[in-house]
């Protein structure tokens, strides 16, 4: 199986901050990455697919990037509705695999 | 407006089974490839299941491979997930989520989720 890494596991951050979250895979994927939000108690959320497409509804701030090994999710001035934790999940196979995630938390 | 709504977690000894269902409203269930995702009391998101549109097609993780069997009914709208020999690292939120992409094929986008159910193995 595809194993994915993300860091950091833990983000402290203030309302307006930049914040990049990095996803690493074990091997090629080429761009075949999702990201999601999660909140306490709460499904997650589809925000990204396609490694930089943004879902439908999700605020511009999202965004992301990378191809093969490398992904970063970045938000690019951090709300309060955005203190949650981010996770990234690989679809480049039929045993789709998830990194631990990453909780962003106020600063 | 898509819902998805499981059902059937519980407390359940170790070696011991369950079925869970979702019931998908708001779409054309049959026109979707779905999966169940879980998570366990303060971990990740594990990916467990996944069956196309049709139901014709199945894949699973190797943690639940010849233990889990998952299924639909179109239908009645349902997907179920049949766990057999359950233990104790089988304890989690069970999410089932419907697949990005219509048609009844797999992309391994997981567009919407449901609210989850939770399974408990212990004695």
């Known amino acids: 199986d595809i194993q994915m890494t993300q860091s950091p596991s833990t983000l402290s951050a203030s309302v307006g901050d930049r914040v990049t979250i990095t996803c690493r895979a074990s091997q090629s994927i080429s761009s075949w990455l999702a990201w999601y939000q999660q909140k306490a108690g709460k499904a997650p959320k589809l925000l990204i697919y396609?490694?930089?497409s943004l879902e439908s509804g999700v605020p511009s701030r999202f965004s992301g990037s990378g191809s093969g090994t490398e992904f970063t999710l970045t938000i690019s001035s951090l709300q309060p509705d955005d203190f949650a934790t981010y996770y990234c999940?690989?679809?480049?196979?039929?045993?789709?695999?998830f990194g631990q995630g990453t909780k962003v938390e106020i600063k | 407006e898509v819902q998805l709504l499981e059902s059937g977690g519980g407390l359940v000894q170790p070696g011991g089974s369950l079925r869970l269902s979702c019931v998908g409203s708001?779409?054309?269930?049959?026109?979707?490839?779905m999966s169940w995702v879980r998570q366990a009391p303060g971990k990740g998101l594990e990916w467990v299941s996944a069956?196309?549109?049709?139901?014709?097609?199945?894949y699973y993780a190797d943690s639940v491979k010849g233990r889990f069997t998952t299924s639909r009914d179109n239908s009645k709208n349902t997907l179920y997930a049949q766990m057999n020999s359950l233990r104790a690292e089988d304890t989690a939120v069970y999410y089932c989520?419907?697949?990005?992409?219509?048609?009844?094929?797999?992309?391994?986008?997981?567009?919407?989720w449901g609210q989850g159910t939770l399974v408990t193995v212990s004695s």
């Open positions: 069956i196309s549109g049709s139901g014709d097609s199945t």
């Open positions: 396609k490694a930089s």
């Open positions: 708001g779409f054309n269930f049959r026109s979707y490839a």
């Open positions: 989520a419907r697949d990005q992409v219509r048609g009844g094929s797999y992309s391994g986008i997981f567009h919407y």
């Open positions: 999940q690989q679809y480049n196979s039929y045993s789709w695999t």
